[in-house]
C-alpha cells in the first residue's frame, strides 16, 4: 500500500500557483477570460476593458505565456464574452456562455454562435488523440462529455454521469476524465463508468472541509489545486 502511494506522488505533482496579475492602469479593468494548458505550457488570457468615442466599453484581449512574454490578440471585442475562453493550436479563440457554444478566428470575427438549450458548458480540452473535447452539465444534472467539430460547432456525445452539484468538481485531461471530491482524485473510464482512485487527500496537508476552487491537470500529470 505504501509503495502503491508513493507510486501515485511521484507520478503526479501536487502545487501551488501563485498567480501573478497584470497592473491594472488607470481608468483601465483587467479581467481574466480564461486559463488553459496547451502544448505543455500554461496560456492566460486577458481582456482590458477600453471605451470607444461614444463611450461603448469593449474588451482588447491580450495572451499571457508562461514565460511572461505577451501578445495582442483581438480590439473590439463585446464585453458580453467575459469568462471561460479556450484557445486551440490553430489559433482559434472559443468561448462557453451557459449553453453557447462561440467560435472567435484568427482575426476575432465570430465563426459561429452555436446554442445548446440542454446544457451548460463548463470546460474545453484536447485529448491524447487530438481531439477536441466539452464538458457540460445537462438539466438532468448529469455531466456529458462531447467531441466537438470545430469547424462547424457541431458535438458528438461521448458519454456521461451524475454530478453532485457543489460536492464535485470535473477537469478533462488527455486519458479521460478526472473527477476531485472531498476524499481525493479519480480517473473515471466513460465507457465503463469505473471509477479508479489516482490519490487519497488524507495523505496530504490540505484540510478539504473548505471546498476547493477549482482543479486543473496539466499535460504533464500535475495537478493545481
Same mark, same amino acid.
Given at each position: ?40 505550457? !500554461? ?126 468538481? !470535473? ?26 482512485? !489516482? ?17 486543473? !491537470? ?8
Amino acid at each position: 500500500m505504501e509503495d502503491s502511494a508513493r507510486k501515485i506522488r511521484d507520478f503526479f505533482v501536487i502545487e501551488e500557483i501563485e498567480q501573478e496579475l497584470p497592473t491594472p492602469e488607470i481608468n483601465r479593468d483587467w479581467r481574466c477570460l480564461g486559463m488553459q494548458y496547451l502544448d505543455g505550457e !500554461v496560456l492566460q488570457i486577458w481582456g482590458q476593458s477600453v471605451k470607444n468615442e461614444q463611450l461603448r466599453a469593449f474588451y482588447d484581449v491580450y495572451l499571457y505565456h508562461e514565460d511572461g512574454t505577451a501578445e495582442f490578440l483581438y480590439g473590439g471585442i463585446n464585453t458580453k464574452y467575459r469568462s471561460d475562453w479556450y484557445r486551440d493550436d490553430e489559433g482559434n479563440c472559443f468561448v462557453l456562455l451557459g449553453g453557447n457554444l462561440i467560435k472567435l478566428d484568427k482575426e476575432g470575427k465570430e465563426a459561429y454562435n452555436r446554442v445548446y438549450d440542454d446544457r451548460s458548458f463548463t470546460n474545453l480540452y484536447r485529448d491524447k488523440k487530438g481531439k477536441w473535447m466539452l464538458i457540460g452539465q445537462m438539466e438532468s444534472g448529469n455531466v456529458v462529455v462531447s467531441e466537438l467539430n470545430r469547424e462547424t460547432g457541431d458535438i458528438t456525445d461521448k458519454g456521461s454521469f451524475p454530478y453532485e452539484k457543489g460536492a464535485l468538481y !470535473v477537469a478533462g485531461q488527455e486519458d479521460g476524465i478526472f473527477l476531485l471530491d472531498k476524499e481525493g482524485l479519480w480517473n473515471l473510464d466513460l465507457e465503463t463508468g469505473i471509477k479508479e482512485a !489516482v490519490m487519497g487527500f488524507q495523505e496530504l496537508a490540505y484540510n478539504f472541509n473548505l471546498s476547493p476552487v477549482s482543479f486543473r !491537470v496539466t499535460e504533464e500529470k500535475q495537478i493545481n489545486l
